[in-house]
């Protein structure tokens, strides 16, 4: 399950390069670093995503999922 969420992003030579905040209930978690980034192709839906594993500054871990078609930022399982 993925939960919609809003993302601050660095935009250097694309919108949206990398993660640097995400909102979850209302609240600010800053990226204190970007674990792993990689692409991922969906043939069941015909998308192009790009996943972010990162920690946080209170040092938690989360997946950011970037849908490049729809411009949308997810959350996966959060808890």
Do not use: C
Not at 47 to 52: E, I, N, P
Request: proline content about 3%; glycine content about 6%.
């Amino acid at each position: 399950m993925m939960k919609t969420i809003r993302v601050k992003t660095y935009a250097g030579y694309r919108a949206d390069q990398e993660p640097r905040a995400f909102i979850l209930d209302g609240k600010e978690f800053k990226v204190g670093e970007i674990l792993g980034q990689y692409y991922e192709y969906d043939i069941h839906d015909d998308k192009l995503y790009r996943r972010y594993r990162v920690k946080t500054e209170d040092e938690n871990i989360y997946e950011l999922i970037y849908d490049e078609e729809e411009e949308r930022w997810y959350l996966k399982n959060p808890s």
